[in-house]
């Protein structure tokens, strides 16, 4: 007997799953119900970023198909696996992907789950053969791992928005937050789990719309977008909530631990569009995970140490850890003289040779302050200040309190750690575009060189032209 495609099982078992479920609701065994989902939002205002709103004592009121809990635990088994068509599908699963039976059962057992809680919440008597084929697609997707279309929606912080929405390119926008949002059945279920007080309200919404595998790599496309905003201006932009959504099949829902500090916000402007827009395209074509250090597919803290956190690296990526330690400064809720030491940690790894050890101060801030003239400012001022930040660092690391004269008169401490953060976050620009034409030592050498040497300074200026974008 020939065996039927695997596409055409799962269209029959899908099919049989909503004659199941539309079975059991015309039988009442699942009803409909008006329930309360989220609190009503009232007197929103949105300035700056910043959302002042109240909550109503009224609830959100839905009408929703529900099933009772015991009933749906004693028919998942027959509304999910009507036979024979079942077993088929998993002896073709099997059969196609070289699996054991055990090892299908698992892989299918919880999208089904999922498809039938979708089913049971819908109108299922009005879903088309279309919807049924799209279903199909994606399950086949995951089963052959090949990408498919994700629908993102990312709670911000650390960037507020001039107008309603910027689109940047087609697949992404950023948005002011409403009162909708506030009012999600999941935004209303937190408002209630922590109260209204505590409950974080986003400054920014993002919307992604990319093709990708899994939702680790959706979720990595996504803190590459954060990533990139954080070098287009100094920003301590981070997400709070994500929620991924596929097509059809599967929601990926992720409340953030919130362990990142908001100490710098910038506004967007229509004007900034098209730069951030330029800057996005080349820096997706530069940055990769290895750079960035996000690693897909990994447990969750205190589960499981990954074998890469327990052995040395010989493979080390200067601008990665420059881009680790600026990324650090922004998020990290640490006192200033710690987010002083991480960012001079990453003037370290751009400005210094492996084997420098003496006059560490004076050569990065030599080099910077050649680098940095070309973005507009003033050598004499980048070189004061980053010895002084250097200064600082030195006396803070070797576990001694840092006074007044530490600071070399410079009162206003934030300042000089947002001058140091921004001339980091050009340098980084700087660097990440330079790579594919001379590694760290080369263009070390060529600032060396440019101390002394018009030419070489007029090729360094001419190799930054000519190669990066985003630095002035």
């Known amino acids: 007997?020939?065996?039927?495609?695997?596409?055409?099982?799962?269209?029959?078992?899908?099919?049989?799953?909503?004659?199941?479920?539309?079975?059991?609701?015309?039988?009442?065994?699942?009803?409909?119900?008006?329930?309360?989902?989220?609190?009503?939002?009232?007197?929103?205002?949105?300035?700056?970023?910043?959302?002042?709103?109240?909550?109503?004592?009224?609830?959100?009121?839905?009408?929703?198909?529900?099933?009772?809990?015991?009933?749906?635990?004693?028919?998942?088994?027959?509304?999910?696996?009507?036979?024979?068509?079942?077993?088929?599908?998993?002896?073709?699963?099997?059969?196609?992907?070289?699996?054991?039976?055990?090892?299908?059962?698992n892989y299918i057992e919880f999208p089904l789950q999922n498809f039938l809680q979708k089913i049971i919440g819908v109108d299922s008597s009005n879903l088309e053969n279309e919807d049924i084929v799209n279903y199909v697609s994606e399950l086949i997707a995951r089963l052959e791992k090949?990408?498919?279309?994700?629908?993102?929606?990312?709670?911000?912080?650390?960037?507020w928005l001039a107008d309603d929405e910027y689109g940047i390119y087609n697949g992404l926008k950023i948005r002011r937050p409403t009162s909708f949002d506030l009012e999600s059945e999941k935004s209303g279920y937190m408002a209630n789990l922590y109260g209204i007080l505590n409950f974080n309200k986003p400054a920014a919404i993002i919307e992604m719309e990319e093709r990708a595998k899994t939702h680790s790599e959706i979720f990595y496309k996504?803190?590459?977008?954060?990533?990139?905003?954080?070098?287009?201006?100094?920003?301590?932009?981070?997400?709070?909530?994500?929620e991924g959504d596929p097509s059809f099949l599967f929601q990926e829902y992720q409340e953030n631990n919130i362990s990142s500090a908001q100490f710098y916000s910038y506004k967007i402007t229509n004007k900034d569009i098209s730069e951030i827009k330029t800057l996005i395209k080349k820096m997706k074509e530069i940055l990769s995970q290895d750079i960035l250090k996000v690693h897909l597919n990994e447990p969750g803290p205190a589960l499981i140490i990954p074998d890469r956190l327990?052995?040395?690296?010989?493979?080390?990526?200067?601008i990665s850890i420059a881009l680790q330690r600026y990324n650090d400064t922004l998020l990290k809720p640490e006192n200033i003289e710690s987010r002083i030491t991480s960012i001079m940690t990453c003037f370290e790894a751009l400005y210094l040779k492996g084997n420098e050890r003496e006059g560490i101060s004076r050569r990065l801030s030599q080099r910077a302050a050649i680098i940095l003239k070309f973005t507009g400012l003033k050598p004499n001022n980048v070189y004061n200040k980053l010895k002084n930040a250097y200064d600082i660092r030195s006396t803070y690391i070797h576990g001694s309190p840092i006074g007044e004269e530490d600071y070399n008169g410079y009162k206003n401490v934030d300042k000089l750690l947002g001058d140091i953060l921004d001339w980091a976050r050009l340098s980084i620009i700087i660097f990440l575009q330079l790579r594919s034409k001379m590694d760290k030592d080369k263009i070390i050498s060529l600032i060396d060189k440019a101390m002394l040497d018009e030419n070489a300074l007029f090729g360094l200026e001419k190799a930054i032209k000519e190669n990066c974008i985003g630095y002035k």
Not at 146 to 159: D, E, H, N
Not at 223 to 237: A, M, N, P, Q, T
Request: charge should be positive; hydrophobic fraction near 35%.
């Open 310 to 318: 327990l052995k040395v690296h010989k493979d080390v990526d200067p």
């Open 1 to 105: 007997m020939a065996r039927k495609e695997l596409s055409s099982l799962l269209y029959s078992l899908f099919k049989e799953i909503i004659n199941n479920v539309n079975e059991y609701k015309s039988e009442g065994k699942i009803f409909k119900t008006k329930v309360p989902v989220a609190k009503e939002v009232i007197d929103f205002r949105y300035n700056e970023g910043s959302i002042r709103c109240q909550f109503s004592s009224n609830d959100i009121i839905k009408e929703k198909w529900d099933m009772d809990r015991k009933d749906y635990i004693s028919s998942l088994s027959a509304l999910t696996k009507p036979e024979p068509i079942y077993s088929n599908v998993i002896s073709e699963i099997s059969h196609k992907y070289s699996l054991s039976k055990s090892e299908a059962i």
């Open 146 to 159: 090949t990408p498919f279309t994700w629908k993102i929606k990312a709670w911000i912080y650390g960037i």
């Open 222 to 242: 996504l803190e590459e977008i954060l990533c990139i905003l954080r070098l287009f201006k100094v920003g301590s932009i981070f997400s709070t909530r994500t």
